[in-house]
């Protein structure tokens, strides 16, 4: 309330209150406050929602401004090195989505860059038609409910911690299950997880 104190405050709020027509007691500063609060909070919350689309325009038009390679700093330049004849080539969609790899890259550790490469290699090692369906399955995945998503990465992690020749005995005895077997052996894990879930 200190502000309210000050000469030049109390003569705007009363030169104000005289233009509105507000007589008498009307035109005190706490009077006035009052009468010009539902303007005050009908001013602040238009001038949020305009701030709030700014930030949202501003992402978009961010997002769909074409990256240049010159906008690279040098290390993910260094990254992305392979594709510095081609990049005025590409779509823009897909120099933000190596921008965003590279990004990532350079964020790892070293020993998540080895294993980066490593799985790298495994994948250059697939046949073509085998890489062709995992990219369909992923595309699936990402379909998926974030819940059955969940679901999926908890069997992973499941898998993942098994011995090496045990995850290798049921990937073979996966390989020779008919697909009604696969089927059913599906729909039973499903069911057993949604029951740990109610359960937690």
């Known amino acids: 309330m200190a502000c309210w104190k000050t000469r030049r405050n109390r003569n705007f709020l009363m030169s104000w209150s005289s233009t509105t027509g507000c007589p008498g007691k009307a035109s005190t500063p706490r009077r006035a406050m009052r009468i010009m609060a539902p303007s005050l909070r009908r001013a602040a919350r238009s001038l949020a929602v305009w701030l709030l689309a700014t930030v949202c325009l ?22 992305l090195q392979h594709h510095a004849a081609d990049w005025d080539s590409l779509p823009n969609q897909k120099r933000h989505k190596l921008h965003r790899s ?7 550790s070293p020993e998540q860059k080895r294993n980066a490469r490593q799985r790298f290699k495994r994948w250059l090692a697939l046949p073509v038609d085998q890489r062709r369906h995992i990219r369909q399955r992923y595309q699936q ?60």
Do not use: C, G
């Open 102 to 108: 590279a990004q990532r890259w350079l964020a790892m």
């Open 58 to 79: 501003s992402a978009s038009a961010n997002a769909d401004a074409p990256l240049e390679w010159q906008q690279l700093n040098r290390a993910e330049q260094r990254v």
């Open 141 to 200: 995945f990402k379909q998926l409910q974030p819940d059955e998503q969940q679901r999926l990465r908890d069997i992973y992690a499941q898998f993942k911690d098994l011995p090496a020749a045990q995850r290798q005995s049921l990937r073979e005895r996966w390989r020779q299950l008919t697909p009604e077997q696969r089927r059913k052996i599906k729909q039973r894990v499903r069911r057993q997880h949604r029951q740990q879930a109610d359960q937690q």
